[in-house]
């Protein structure tokens, strides 16, 4: 199997985009955060000591979905179009599943962008609660959807590799 992000000598490249033609491109990444009740209930009511949890973790995903290439060494700079981070909370498993969207129109792919903003939401949420909860347990953040790109569609049908 051929790398793309390797040359013929075993360097680390960043793959040259240059030639490729920009097309929409969407990607959708998710994740979830188990947590305590009482951490649960202080999101939940918004009375944790550090203000809006859930508020903030959006404003950090999005904000991460931008800086994707300062923090993952061998991706692109893009130019974003939407970058969005929603929250369903699962009160019976007293937990939060964040979902990230993400859109451009370049030459390559926002998967990176999409999980690199889910992981960031679910690690503001540890870092705003670890004073309730320290037990919490981030897990599940995958790829759930992209759209456009050489490689085509894919859709996450739920077979994981655990």
Same mark, same amino acid.
């Given at each position: 199997?051929?790398?793309?992000? =390797?040359?013929?000598?075993?360097?680390?490249?960043?793959?040259?985009?240059?030639?490729?033609?920009?097309?929409?491109?969407? &990607?959708?990444?998710?994740?979830?955060? &188990?947590?305590?009740?009482?951490?649960? &209930?202080?999101?939940?009511?918004?009375?944790?000591?550090?203000?809006?949890?859930?508020?903030?973790?959006?404003?950090?995903?999005?904000?991460?979905?931008?800086?994707?290439?300062?923090? =993952?060494?061998?991706?692109?700079?893009?130019?974003?179009?939407?970058?969005?981070? &929603?929250?369903?909370?699962?009160?019976?498993?007293?937990?939060?599943?964040?979902?990230?969207?993400?859109?451009?129109?370049?030459?390559?792919?926002?998967?990176?962008?999409?999980?690199?903003?889910?992981?960031?939401?679910?690690?503001?949420?540890?870092?705003?609660?670890?004073?309730?909860?320290?037990?919490?347990?981030?897990?599940?953040?995958?790829?759930?959807?992209?759209?456009?790109?050489?490689?085509?569609?894919?859709?996450?049908?739920?077979?994981?590799?655990?």
């Amino acid at each position: 199997m051929d790398f793309t992000h =390797i040359d013929a000598n075993g360097n680390a490249v960043m793959v040259d985009v240059s030639e490729k033609q920009a097309t929409a491109r969407t &990607a959708v990444a998710s994740g979830r955060i &188990a947590m305590s009740p009482d951490c649960f &209930a202080a999101v939940q009511s918004g009375t944790a000591k550090k203000g809006d949890v859930l508020g903030v973790a959006q404003v950090a995903g999005i904000m991460a979905t931008k800086h994707t290439a300062d923090l =993952i060494p061998l991706c692109h700079r893009l130019n974003l179009t939407k970058s969005e981070v &929603a929250f369903t909370l699962h009160e019976n498993e007293h937990s939060i599943e964040a979902v990230c969207t993400v859109r451009c129109t370049g030459p390559t792919g926002v998967e990176m962008e999409a999980l690199t903003g889910v992981s960031t939401a679910l690690l503001t949420i540890y870092d705003m609660c670890k004073a309730i909860d320290k037990r919490m347990v981030i897990s599940d953040i995958h790829l759930v959807e992209k759209q456009g790109g050489k490689s085509g569609d894919f859709r996450f049908e739920g077979q994981s590799h655990a």
